[in-house]
């Protein structure tokens, strides 16, 4: 028999109003003509149009001018490819040119499912009991673009969730590029994934140092790039600019909330999204604290594994996991070093669970098979559906398994603490069946999560509904380890 779950009355739906300022370009010839029209316009015509359309957005954004002077900044070039001085423009047609480069997009329009569940790292005036949550969901947008939105949750002492209001804006974190140094050797590696001309690799490789910064990349290319006259071998060196964009420092305005900001691709090689993403509270081993999400960057072709990081979620540090461990989807870390090693689980292969270990949090070779799918509602694949969680019987593991009609149905498994490739339990039927209620959505007939915690004995398991929007589901922690443990497969 399966174990009793108990859903809640909770759903967390796309939101339409949530809307970004994002650039927009259509290309060098329209932008010049844009340009040319705007420039065209006496001071006054700009002033007329310029006034009411900030009084406009500025309900929307919390700072529409910023955005706007920033918009105007990246046809700067263009400016003066038809013969003016963009430094000699006056504010208010600098904000009308950024506008026309300007427009909104929804994150959230089409879906927000996929969450994870981890403590807010800030527990302060809080009443006895209660904890306060942070909940990560993949929003997708126009064109299925997804990114990482946040929401804040709080959970009493009798495990009754709350999700929050969220705030009045959405903001996209700063890229902090000065931050950034390269690792040649595992710089290069990335680009053999990328299936870049091995050519052009090598001729850039010889040019620079075991480490080196953007800039000095930015500048070897573009130099490279100048000598090329085959276009399509300079677009072969564009694409290591945009490999480059995999590793970013990101950071958010400390006045915006946890709803307030979303983690939206920055390279080409993430423009299709950023998908999944597993955050984990992790404990080093001095005691520290730093929080990691695993998650994947897709470009329509290429899957790109990365790892997020974070002490305060203010600031984000981004790069990709490199190693023949590092492929496909579903990378989940452990929340802790186990025999003085980093591991983590992974799904290489599309089909299995895998486990591995590594001394360098970024570098995972040598993965082992952990999984195979053994039951009827899992015989297409198995997969985690985030970081082990550690309970003293073990670390417990939720499971997805993909079956007949491609139905996802979460299930779950344990693994000995001192060696999780030892598998101790694992149910033999699932633990969450998409019910009637929760089949219809983007992708029906789907139940998936990237996460949960304990709580108060219950197991808190956030879980996205068919691919469109969020619930919440818990189980009683001793209850599932017994099963697990009377009647391991």
């Known amino acids: 028999m399966r174990i009793p779950v108990e859903r809640q009355p909770i759903r967390v739906y796309p939101d339409t109003k949530r809307v970004i300022a994002r650039y927009f370009f259509n290309g060098e010839q329209r932008a010049k003509e844009v340009i040319e029209r705007v420039m065209r316009l006496s001071e006054e015509e700009v002033f007329t149009i310029i006034s009411p359309l900030l009084q406009e957005f500025s309900k929307r954004h919390r700072n529409i001018t910023k955005i706007l002077y920033r918009h105007c900044k990246r046809v700067d070039a263009f400016i003066e490819g038809v013969g003016y001085d963009s430094r000699g423009l006056t504010n208010h047609r600098k904000l009308l040119l950024g506008s026309y480069f300007t427009h909104e997009y929804s994150i959230e329009s089409a879906a927000f499912f996929n969450p994870s569940i981890i403590e807010d790292p800030d ?83 010889g040019q620079l140092d075991e480490k080196f910064d953007y800039d000095t990349l930015n500048q070897t290319v573009q130099e490279l790039q100048n000598e090329e006259i085959n276009d399509s071998k300079k677009t072969e060196y564009e694409k290591i600019l945009w490999l480059s964009d995999a590793y970013s420092n990101i ?8 709803s307030d900001r979303v983690i939206f691709p920055i390279s080409e090689l993430e423009r299709k999204g950023i998908e999944d993403a597993r955050f984990v509270k992790f404990t080093d081993d001095d005691d520290s604290i730093i929080y990691y999400a695993t998650y994947t960057a897709f470009d329509g072709a290429l899957i790109i594994p990365k790892l997020l990081q974070t002490t305060d979620f203010h600031n984000f540090r981004m790069r990709p996991l490199h190693g023949n461990g590092a492929r496909n989807k579903n990378l989940a870390l452990f929340p802790r070093k186990i025999n003085g090693q980093y591991t983590m689980l ?67 498994s344990l693994f000995k603490l001192d060696d999780p490739s030892v598998e101790i339990g694992r149910l033999r039927e699932p633990l969450l069946v998409p019910n009637q209620d929760e089949r219809e959505g983007y992708v029906p007939n ?16 956030p879980y996205g509904l068919s691919d469109y929007s969020s619930s919440f589901a818990m189980v009683d922690l001793n209850a599932l380890l017994d099963k697990m443990i009377s009647d391991p497969k």
């Not at 909940?135 to 990482?148: D, K, L, Q």
């Not at 789907?446 to 398991?461: D, F, P, Q, R």
């Open 346 to 412: 992974s799904r290489i292969d599309g089909c299995n669970n895998y486990i591995m270990h590594s001394n360098n949090i970024n570098l995972w070779e040598n993965p082992i098979r952990l999984q195979e799918p053994l039951h009827s509602w899992e015989l297409i694949q198995i997969g985690n559906c985030g970081s082990p969680i550690e309970t003293d019987h073990g670390w417990l593991v939720v499971t997805h398994g993909v079956g007949p009609m491609r139905r996802y149905c979460l299930g779950a």
């Open 251 to 258: 950071s958010f305005s400390l006045d915006t909330d946890i």
């Open 123 to 205: 527990q302060s005036e809080l009443e006895l009991g209660q904890k306060r949550l942070i909940i990560s969901f993949r929003a997708v947008g126009e064109g299925h673009i997804s990114s990482i939105a946040f929401r804040r949750a709080i959970i009493d002492r009798n495990n009754k969730i709350e999700v929050l209001p969220v705030g009045n804006y959405v903001d996209e974190a700063e890229i902090v590029r000065n931050a950034m140094t390269y690792e040649k050797k595992l710089f290069f590696e990335k680009i053999v994934t990328a299936r870049i001309d091995p050519k052009i690799v090598k001729e850039l490789k």
């Open 446 to 461: 789907v139940v998936y999560s990237c996460g949960g915690i304990v709580n108060n004995g219950k197991l808190i398991l």
